[in-house]
C-alpha cells in the first residue's frame, strides 16, 4: 500500500479550529468537558479537526480522480468545509459569524456531520486499498473497524484524542497513571456503547418502554438521571444535617441562602509562653479581589482574654487585607508578630494538637457569591460531625 499524501500536510482551516476551541471554554451543559473539570484538557475541535486530516488523503494524492489542479482545489476546499467552515447568520435581529463542521459542538446535527467524516475517511481507506468505497451506515462503520488504524493515547488525561477517535469510527485506546483520568475517559468512552440502544431499567422508565424509543446512549442517560437523583436524596437524608444553609444579614436581603463552601484555616499554638494563641496557618486573607467586590477575613483579637483569642469578620468594600501569616521560612503569630518554624508547625500537627477554625462561610447570592462572617451554629455544625469510617 503506497503512502499518500495526508489533508493535515497540506491545509486545515485553522480559524474555523480556533473559534471553536475558544468557544468550547465556555460550554457549561452538554459537552464532554463538562464531565469532570481536567487539567490541560485538549479541545475536542481540534482534536477531531486533526485526526479526520491525519485520515483523509489530499486530492493531490489522487490525480487519476482530480487531474487538474482546479479539480484539486475545489476538492480540498470541500474536505475543508466538512472540518469546518465560518458563516454569517442572522440572530436577533444581528448578524454574527459561527462555525458549522467536523469542530462544532452542535447536538442537532451531531450524528449527520460524523456520519459524513466517517465516509471520507472509509472512501480514502477504499481508494488506497484498490477497492469500491462502502456506502451505507453500517457498511461504513464495518468497514471502520476492520482496515481504519487504532488510536492510542498514552496519557490519555480529560479522554479527548479517544473521544474524538470513536467517534469518527476508529477503535480508541487511552491509558493515564491517574486513575481520576482513567475513569473521565472510561466513562466517556468505554462504558456508553455498551448500552447503545438500550432501554432504562429505572422504574420510571419502566413505563415508557412499549412506547419510548430510545437511541444512541439516551438510555444510560435516563438512568444516570434517575439514580443520580436518588443519590442525591439519600446523602440529603443522611448527612443533610451536617450543610445548613446560613441567615444572610440585612445587607444581603436578609433571609437564608444555600452555603457554596466554608472556609476553614488551620492553627496552631503560638510557641511563645507570653501569648500561646492558637494562631491561623493562612497564606492570605483575601476571600475575592474582583475590582469593586473585594472582600476579605478580618482578623479580629481579643486581649482581654489569656491567652488571646482570635476570630475573623468578613470586610467589604474599600481598605486593604492584611498580610498572610505563612511565608517560605514558616508562620508568624498574628498576635505577638513571633516568627514559627515549619518544624514547630509539623510537630504540633504530629502531636495531634493542630485544629482548624472558621474564618468565612460563602453563600449563593442573587447575582454573586455572597461572603459571611463566620456562624457559631456553623461551627458546632460541623464538629458534630462523626464518620462512621475513616482511613486507618
Known amino acids: 500500500m503506497n503512502s499518500k499524501k495526508k489533508l493535515i500536510e497540506v491545509a486545515l482551516p485553522l480559524e474555523a479550529i480556533n473559534r471553536e476551541s475558544v468557544r468550547e471554554k465556555s460550554i457549561r451543559h452538554g459537552h464532554p468537558s463538562t464531565l469532570h473539570l481536567w487539567w490541560a484538557r485538549r479541545p475536542l475541535a481540534v482534536c477531531r479537526a486533526v485526526l479526520f486530516a491525519s485520515l483523509v488523503d489530499d486530492p493531490s494524492s489522487h490525480p487519476d480522480k482530480f487531474n487538474k489542479e482546479e479539480e484539486q482545489d475545489k476538492e480540498r476546499q470541500r474536505l475543508l468545509d466538512i472540518i469546518g467552515k465560518i458563516i454569517t447568520v442572522e440572530k436577533k435581529g444581528k448578524t454574527e459569524q459561527t462555525v458549522k463542521g467536523l469542530v462544532s459542538w452542535d447536538p442537532d446535527n ?42 492510542y493515547d498514552p496519557f490519555c488525561g480529560g479522554g479527548s484524542i479517544p473521544l474524538a477517535a470513536q467517534g469518527l469510527g476508529l477503535a480508541a485506546h487511552g491509558s493515564d ?20 440502544h438500550l432501554a432504562p431499567v429505572n422504574p420510571d422508565s419502566q413505563n415508557k418502554l412499549k412506547t419510548a424509543q430510545w437511541y444512541n446512549s439516551q438510555g444510560l442517560a435516563e438512568d444516570v438521571r434517575y439514580y443520580g437523583q436518588w443519590m442525591r436524596k439519600q446523602a440529603i437524608q443522611r448527612i443533610g444535617k451536617l450543610y445548613p444553609q446560613v441567615n444572610l444579614p440585612p445587607e444581603h436581603g436578609n433571609g437564608s441562602a444555600t452555603v457554596i463552601a466554608w472556609l476553614w484555616g488551620r492553627t496552631v499554638k503560638c510557641p511563645n509562653p507570653g501569648c500561646g494563641a492558637q494562631m491561623p496557618l ?99 455544625v460541623a464538629w458534630s460531625a462523626q464518620p462512621q469510617w475513616k482511613p486507618e
Not at 117 to 129: G, M, N, V
Not at 177 to 196: G, S
Not at 312 to 338: D, L, S, Y
Request: charged share 25%; proline share 9%.
Open 110 to 151: 451531531h450524528q449527520e456531520v460524523m456520519t459524513t467524516a466517517q465516509k471520507e475517511i472509509a472512501r480514502c481507506l477504499a481508494w488506497s486499498r484498490n477497492e469500491t468505497p462502502p456506502s451505507t451506515r453500517e457498511e461504513i462503520t464495518a468497514y471502520l473497524q476492520k482496515y481504519a488504524p487504532p488510536v
Open 177 to 196: 497513571i491517574n486513575p481520576v483520568a482513567v475513569l473521565i475517559t472510561k466513562a466517556l468512552v468505554e462504558i456508553p456503547p455498551k448500552f447503545k
Open 282 to 380: 493562612v497564606s492570605s486573607f483575601k476571600l475575592s479581589t474582583k475590582k469593586g467586590k473585594e472582600a476579605w477575613a478580618e482578623p479580629v483579637i481579643n486581649r482581654s482574654q489569656q491567652p488571646p483569642v482570635i476570630t475573623f469578620q468578613v470586610k467589604t468594600g474599600q481598605g486593604e487585607a492584611p498580610e498572610g501569616t505563612m511565608n517560605r521560612k514558616g508562620a508568624v503569630c498574628i498576635c505577638c508578630h513571633t516568627p514559627v518554624p515549619f518544624d514547630h508547625i509539623r510537630q504540633e500537627g504530629k502531636a495531634g494538637r493542630m485544629t482548624a477554625q472558621l474564618m468565612a462561610i460563602v453563600a449563593e447570592g442573587q447575582k454573586q457569591r455572597v461572603y459571611i462572617s463566620p456562624d457559631d451554629d456553623h461551627v458546632q
